[in-house]
């Protein structure tokens, strides 16, 4: 899809496009109609148009559907990812703390650094599918300083082990999230949906009576552009309005580097006690 139409927000977007289809599908058969006095007045002909029309609605529905189902699902599994990400640079955070030596207290603040430049440094570049060298960094460096700590009891052999593989799934996390940097429906899906809008507007040209064509078609039109819109607005998993955000990583940024073992604050700020 074009990226600049991301820009819009979702209000100008769907203002655009159901401008564009109501001056195609009516305005534009209307004034040639006037124009060329073209007022055919054959039954079979409308008749034929009319059941077409209706086909074709339904399948452009069906496609717009499913592919807004599929944008979704999209959506929805980066949030999960995001979270996930979130709880495993807190759990990382607490296990430094649990293991209790000076070393640990200064990979806390690279941790911390290591969070906050995913916001401000990776964040940005997700919409483009990049990724920051200066995270990139940050996280080597939380992995080198974790296998050059030195346990001096068991208790702290237990936590390296467990910081070491709390590391590993960070890394996989993040490198889950690089890649749905580049999720977006496949160039078929809007190939078809281009094509059945087209060919619903060509139809829809072949109304009989004029208010028909008016109020059937342009109300219809109307209909499958605001889907169309809903669709490029949740299209792009980093990009436009809609886009991913890091919020439940910057809740848990204030909160590494502190001793208290208490719960996860995504999870309950996600699910509040009442």
């Known amino acids: 899809m074009i990226t600049w139409i991301h820009a819009l ?9 159901m401008s564009i289809g109501i001056t195609v599908s ?35 529905l069906l496609l717009l559907a499913f592919c807004l189902v599929r944008a979704q699902e999209n ?21 430094l703390g649990s293991y ?23 964040w940005p570049l997700l ?19 974790s296998r ?16 070491l593989n709390i590391l590993a799934q960070m890394s996989d996390v993040r ?5 749905a940097s580049h999720l977006s429906l496949p160039l078929y899906y809007w190939q078809a949906i281009c094509c059945s809008i087209m060919v619903l507007i060509v139809v829809g040209w072949f109304q009989h009576p004029m208010f028909k064509l008016v109020i059937y078609v342009g109300g219809v039109v109307l209909g499958v552009c605001l889907m169309l819109a809903l669709l490029i607005a949740t299209d792009g998993v980093f990009i436009g309005q809609n886009r991913v955000t890091p919020l ?13 073992k208490h719960s996860f604050p995504v999870q309950s700020q996600m699910s509040p006690t009442l």
Do not use: C, W
């Open 175 to 179: 490198e889950a999230r690089l890649s």
């Open 148 to 163: 050059q700590l030195i346990p001096a009891t068991q208790r702290q052999q237990i936590a390296q082990s467990e910081i």
């Open 127 to 145: 919409s483009t599918g990049g990724r920051s060298v200066k995270t990139s960094a940050l996280l080597d460096g939380l992995d080198d300083g």
């Open 100 to 122: 209790g030596s000076e070393e640990a207290t200064v990979l806390q603040a690279k941790a911390r650094s290591y969070a906050q430049s995913m916001i401000d440094d990776e």
């Open 26 to 60: 009516t305005v534009m058969p209307i004034s040639i109609r006037y124009h060329f006095k073209l007022d055919y007045k054959s039954d079979a002909l409308a008749k034929s148009a009319e059941e077409s029309f209706k086909l074709v609605t339904t399948m452009t």
């Open 75 to 95: 959506h929805r599994n980066v949030e999960d990812l995001v979270a996930r990400e979130a709880t495993i640079v807190y759990k990382l955070n607490r296990d």
């Open 248 to 260: 439940a990583i910057e809740r848990i940024v204030p909160l590494i580097g502190l001793a208290e």
């Open 9 to 17: 927000t979702n209000i100008e977007l769907g203002i655009l496009l």
